[in-house]
Nanobody, 124 residues
Framework: QVQLVESGGGLVQAGGSLRLSCAAS????????LGWFRQAPGQEREFVSA????????YYADSVKGRFTISRDNAKNTVYLQMNSLKPEDTAVYSC?????????????????WGQGTQVTVSS
């Protein structure tokens, strides 16, 4: 079993930056696909970004491409999401997730482990 704990959320003005971290415990996640999803009030959970186990392949939603960067440190069992040029529409609860197997997907239902989430609020 894998436990995921996010940190780094908060309140930031539009144009600002935040760096989210997600630490895994229970077992190593070095062979898992890792991802970030977000959910705004009244909306469905949506894909933000994902990274392959080696870190060589990264995927982003069109809405965050060029502004967000996903990375991972397998030695630290941690995945990061650097968020720059934040916009009010980025306001949401951000959750990290891990998936068994090597195939990267944007489908929320294919991910096996989830953190509790961290709130990101961007003021205009």
């Amino acid at each position: 079993q894998v436990q995921l704990v996010e940190s780094g959320g908060g309140l930031v003005q539009a144009g600002g930056s935040l760096r989210l971290s997600c630490a895994a415990s229970g077992r190593t996640i070095s062979r898992n696909v890792l991802g970030w999803f977000r959910q705004a009030p009244g909306q469905e959970r949506e894909f933000v970004s994902a990274i392959s186990w080696s870190g060589s392949n990264k995927y982003y939603a069109d809405s965050v491409k060029g502004r967000f960067t996903i990375s991972r440190d397998n030695a630290k069992n941690t995945v990061y999401l650097q968020m720059n040029s934040l916009k009010p529409e980025d306001t949401a609860v951000y959750s990290c997730t891990a998936k068994k197997g090597a195939a990267v997907t944007t489908n929320t239902y294919e991910y096996n482990y989830w953190g509790q989430g961290t709130q990101v609020t961007v003021s205009s």
